[in-house]
T-cell receptor, first 115, second 114 residues
Framework: EAQVTQNPRYLITVTGKKLTVTCSQN?????MSWYRQDPGLGLRQIYYSMNVEVTDKGDVPEGYKVSRKEKRNFPLILESPSPNQTSLYFC??????????????FGSGTRLTVV | AQSVTQLGSHVSVSEGALVLLRCNYS??????LFWYVQYPNQGLQLLLKYTSAATLVKGINGFEAEFKKSETSFHLTKPSAHMSDAAEYFCAVSRMDSSYKLIFGSGTRLLVRP
């Protein structure tokens, strides 16, 4: 089944303890992106990657890191999590189809709580 | 710069009634427009998309949306609401420039009363 898989689904951690949220897609998509969802704010882009070894900041990158060493994986790293990073996180991917682009396939989300 | 405004954070309709969820966008270039649906504890699922072909777009589950350039709107409609339509709906805009960045509205939660 074509899908984007995120792990873990739920995570509670303490301030300052490094964590990684994994994202993997099995559709050979070039483009991958991380979003965070907060009530009343919709989804905001954190980082994105156009292809292997090509990453760039989105709208809210502070406090996050990413890497794209393989096409299928795009982990989100929080080096020193803080309570304001408590949120619902989504990984998304798509093919690079130019004007034929049809949007993202989303993962099921990771609910992160930082205490 | 691009932006999306969804009017009404919550919309409540009776089962069988018309569903109308409003979305207005701002874009200095021709946009791609999308509606996504999010069911509880799930990711976002694409309902429909406008990518410069027909202005009336039909999606899954009986939903459709009409692109109106003069009104900068892309409202989502369904003639008859079903209980299973209860979810959160997001409108999103993207540039037609292969940037692949989606900018989302704040979402509208649809409640369906029996």
């Amino acid at each position: 089944e074509a899908q984007v898989t995120q792990n873990p689904r739920y995570l509670i951690t303490v301030t300052g303890k490094k964590l990684t949220v994994t994202c993997s897609q099995n559709m050979n998509h070039e483009y991958m992106s991380w979003y965070r969802q907060d009530p009343g704010l919709g989804l905001r882009q954190i980082y994105y990657s156009m292809n292997v070894e090509v990453t760039d900041k989105g709208d809210v990158p502070e406090g996050y890191k990413v890497s794209r060493k393989e096409k299928r994986n795009f982990p989100l790293i929080l080096e020193s999590p803080s309570p304001n990073q408590t949120s619902l996180y989504f990984c998304a991917s798509s093919l690079n189809l130019g004007r034929a682009w049809s949007g993202y396939t989303f993962g099921s989300g990771t609910r992160l709580t930082v205490v | 710069a691009q932006s999306v405004t969804q009017l009404g954070s919550h919309v409540s309709v009776s089962e069988g009634a018309l569903v109308l969820l409003r979305c207005n966008y701002s874009s200095s270039v021709p946009p791609y427009l999308f509606w996504y649906v999010q069911y509880p504890n799930q990711g976002l699922q694409l309902l429909l998309k406008y990518t410069s072909a027909a202005t009336l777009v039909k999606g899954i589950n009986g939903f459709e949306a009409e692109f109106k350039k003069s009104e900068t709107s892309f409202h989502l409609t369904k003639p008859s609401a079903h209980m299973s339509d209860a979810a959160e709906y997001f409108c999103a805009v993207s540039r037609m420039d292969s940037s692949y960045k989606l900018i989302f509205g704040s979402g509208t939660r649809l409640l369906v009363r029996p």
